[in-house]
């Protein structure tokens, strides 16, 4: 099963089932991240802090998924373990880095399953997958015993089926985090115009209109394309720093190791110049939100590459252009699949105030009830 590095034996079939991504710790497994350059790390000595409050609160941990290698790419490909199958699109990538993790809930193998989202990494597999996907505000749900060590992007995040499931696992896995239900009757979202495939765009605009307690707004942020590309600058800085070790091993997949070497010349004068951006753009975020409580756009621009395109060399990294932004910000971001009348995966993304994730968790399951109707 490509879906999982480790599989462990489940301990109460009455519980939640749920997948770890291979970069959190488990006690007595080692955290190899997707990696043959970590075969021979030693067996975690303790629980990641994530993965204790998944066992207190009756979770039952089930296995560890594969992801991209060393949770550096977006399509999922694994040379070392084996790439997960994308189970509604399998001529599609599954998406990265938490692939596994998407394939093990997308699959019906878990109720739900963690994964880590740096760059877009749990709502661009949510898209790819045909699932929901949860990113919340940076710093909300604990890192420790999570890899990399340091980083100022990446946020545990959360899989499921349903978005009551993710609700249910966010209020186990942060003590802050408190169930709310709406009680409005109707919802106003701000719709941020892109230049996302029309197919999307109007599948999107479609469901949304068609759900009679919604409202669109339009709103506008005139620096996400310079987001996107601040994203890729400190994802490139903090990657390179966390994984230059690993470099310097030789036992890197190509695809890997040819974008560390580039991100290893990452300048201090483009960093400063990311950092100015994103002070920027977290400013202009919220001042949005200051009017709309929740902003709604595609998840993906345009549609995932084929398995064939990524064997053929072809690289995409635009793939990311709408939830990178948002790991720069720190925002709570949100991946919701949508029925449509193409073969091919549409999901739209939900992105609310910081703080604001038990709000944007309800507003995701008024969404998916209004859909279901």
Known sequence: MNDFTVMFPLSDTNQLTVAIKDSIDVIGTATQLGSDACSSVLPAEKDAIIVQHLKTNHFSIIGKTVMHELAFGMTGINRSYGTPVNPLYPNLIPGGSSSGSATAVASGKVDVAIGTDTGGSVRMPAACCGVYG??????????????????????????????????????????????????????????????????????????????????????????????????????????????????????LGQDVATRLEKASHTTDEAVLEAETIRAEFIAQVDEVLEDTRVLVMPTLPHFPMTLEQVVAGKNDLTISKLVRPFNLSGHPAYAIPCDSDFDLPISLQLVGRKGDDAFLCAVAECLAASFSQ
């Open 134 to 251: 949860f990113k919340p505000t940076f710093g909300l749900v604990s890192r420790e015993g999570v890899w990399p060590i340091e980083s100022s992007l990446d946020c545990v995040g959360v899989f499921a089926k349903t978005p009551e499931l993710i609700t249910k696992t966010m209020k186990a896995i942060s003590p802050e985090f408190e169930v709310l239900t709406l009680q409005q009757e109707t919802l106003t979202l701000g719709w941020l115009e892109t230049d996302s495939d029309e197919r999307i765009n109007s599948t999107i605009k479609n469901v949304l209109t068609d759900c009679s307690s919604i409202e669109l707004k339009p709103v506008q942020l005139p620096d996400l394309d310079k987001a996107f590309q601040a994203g890729l600058t400190i994802i490139n800085r903090e990657t390179w720093l966390a994984c230059k070790d690993f470099y310097e091993t030789g036992k």
